[in-house]
């Protein structure tokens, strides 16, 4: 069964064909970063008259070596991201299901993000410390703890079997990839500031003192005192750049990575799975791989961050599970999981 995903929720114009619900058939993203870089952030106005621009050519080129007649529903992100992006998918989404009669299948977006774990091109990583053999593309087992860190939202989310999530935690100020956004445009770096950031770091080391709200006792994430000690610091002045964004990675990847094991601990669950933007970051993944007792699934980086592959792939499974919208199907910008 093939399923055509197709995101438009912030700045990636995507389309993608998966089967099976993990096979990647085509994966097509259009990037708007080149646009918004220049005014430091995205431009929601602008982002959504791109995906005008860009939707037919990227869908066409996602379906070049596909037959529409072995397409067996179409997939879009309804939500959360911005209005006037989502509706543009929505509404080609819609125009494409009623004009090929084919099943439309709205999806929400952080749902999506964790099936970029069942692409079949996300790999596992190895539970142990010492060096034993990585187990690769051993599937996923439920229960499973997700960990979604993106630009907008920081969830820690229980999955008990396809389609039932229960949030756990989420953050109380800044998503993780925000707090990188601005943490980079307080160190002088590029937008977006995740990459920017640990490109900086890579010539620095994490020795600055920076802050980690551990909320005892909750699942919550912060990220917003972080922010603040790291402008004090670069206010300070006399510090690196490189080991300001070292020691700022850190402490984010110190906080994400205690916290998640913890929880996955005190849960017994099989799995954690990794998704969203940030998780495409090094530092965070090796901690996680070297401080996790139970296997940690990571998506390749492309994965991690916005594609129509893991929308495809989260289509394919509410599919299974007989949610099918209808034509009445409208964008929710602020929707939430679990
Ligand atoms: O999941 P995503 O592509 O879009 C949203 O749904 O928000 O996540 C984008 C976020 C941005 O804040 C970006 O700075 C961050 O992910 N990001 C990273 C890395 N790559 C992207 N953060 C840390 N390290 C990275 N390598
Ligand atoms: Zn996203």
New binding site residues.
């Given amino acids: 069964m093939k399923i055509l995903g197709i995101e438009t ?4 114009t995507a389309a993608a064909v998966v089967e099976g619900g993990s096979r990647i058939v085509s994966n097509v993203i259009a990037s708007q970063i080149d646009i918004h870089t220049r005014y430091g952030g995205i431009v929601p106005e602008v982002a959504s008259r791109q995906h005008l621009l860009t939707i037919i050519s990227v869908v066409d080129q996602a379906m070049t070596e596909v037959d529409w007649r072995d397409i067996n529903g179409i997939a879009v992100t309804i939500g ?2 911005l209005a006037g992006s989502l509706l543009v998918g929505v509404n080609f989404a819609k125009a494409v299901a009623m004009a090929k009669k084919l099943p439309l299948i709205g999806v929400n ?2 749902e999506a ?1 964790i099936y970029a774990n069942w692409l079949t091109s996300s790999y596992q990583s190895s539970p142990f410390k010492d060096g034993e053999t990585e187990r690769m593309n051993c599937g996923v087992y439920f229960p499973c703890l997700c960990l ?6 920081s969830d820690l989310v229980l999955m008990r079997e396809h389609g039932h999530f229960e949030k756990l935690g989420r953050t109380r100020d800044d ?7 601005k943490a ?1 445009r307080i160190l002088g770096l590029d ?8 490109h900086a770091a890579c010539s620095g080391t994490p020795c600055l003192p920076l802050p980690r709200a551990w909320l005892q006792g909750s699942q919550d994430f912060s990220f917003s005192g972080l922010k603040t000690a790291l402008w004090h610091l670069a206010h300070k002045g006399g510090v690196s750049v490189a080991d300001a964004a070292a020691s700022f ?1 850190m402490a ?1 990847a110190d906080v994400l990575v205690t916290k998640t094991i913890e929880a996955a601990k005190q849960l017994k669950v099989e799995q954690i799975l990794l ?10 993944t090796q901690q996680f791989l070297v401080n996790s007792p139970v296997s940690v699934l990571i998506p390749p ?1 492309h994965l ?4 129509a592959a893991m929308v495809a792939a989260c289509g394919y499974y509410n599919l299974q599970l007989g949610k099918i919208s209808g034509y009445e199907l409208d964008v929710v910008p602020s929707l939430h999981i679990g």
């Fill in positions: 929720s912030c700045d990636e959360p991201g977006h952080l993000h979604i860190v993106s630009g907008g939202h998503a993780a990839g925000e707090a990188f956004d980079a937008y977006p500031g995740g990459p920017a950031i640990e990675q984010v998704s969203g933007g940030v998780a495409a970051n090094k530092t965070l980086p991690c961050t916005d594609n």
